[in-house]
């Protein structure tokens, strides 16, 4: 799970971003947020996207666990954790706190996409669900675009999320990296790793 920059030659890790060797070792590029979504829900929330020559979008099952089981890893300073994509999209809305940082997870019923948001604005933290269709905040009933984190309606209409990126990896890999990190989602007797051959 490495690759390296053409210019440098510098070795880099793909998980977290950090070179392992070469002119930038040590070096950790910062992560912008990003997420796995269907193809055509992407092209219709941004119609005028740009394609790399060569690449077809193609179908991608987080829940596939043939290779393993799809999490999303957070890294806030020096807390991580990992989230099963499939807890989270039974959930719909995931609210937790990564050491003092509240945070909200929400997995459009849809489609399948994942978005993580620091769960505060105009200065106070909230607690999020899903009703009748709507992501809200409990404390003031504000509905939220689940997205973009802009509050469409009610009395924080107007406040924006703070979103936060996250890595897609297999859960064994995460925690090849990140070590006796909790994943969120595991059941009782759930051990991560490559499953059995069939």
Do not use: C
Request: hydrophobic fraction near 40%; charge should be negative.
């Amino acid at each position: 799970m490495t690759w390296f920059d053409h210019t440098t030659d510098s070795l880099w890790s793909q998980p977290t971003g950090t070179a392992l060797r070469g002119e930038f070792e040590g070096v950790r590029l910062e992560l912008v947020p990003s997420m796995v979504t269907p193809w055509e829900v992407w092209v219709a929330e941004h119609p005028d996207t740009l394609i790399l020559k060569g690449w077809r979008p193609h179908g991608f099952n987080p829940f596939h666990d043939r290779i393993g089981l799809q999490v999303a890893g957070i890294e806030l300073g020096d807390h991580a954790k990992a989230y099963l994509h499939e807890a989270v999209a039974a959930e719909i809305v995931v609210n937790d706190t990564l050491g003092d940082i509240p945070l909200v997870l929400i997995s459009n019923p849809e489609t399948g996409s994942l978005r993580a948001f620091l769960r505060s604005a105009a200065g106070q933290p909230l607690s999020f669900t899903w009703e009748d269709g709507k992501f809200v905040d409990k404390e003031t009933g504000s509905a939220w675009d689940p997205i973009k984190g802009l509050a469409l309606e009610g009395p924080l209409q107007g406040e924006l999320l703070k979103e936060i990126p996250y890595a897609t990896f297999f859960d064994w890999a995460w925690l090849d990296f990140f070590p006796g990190t909790d994943i969120y989602g595991l059941k009782e007797g759930d051990t991560p790793g490559l499953p059995e051959p069939p």
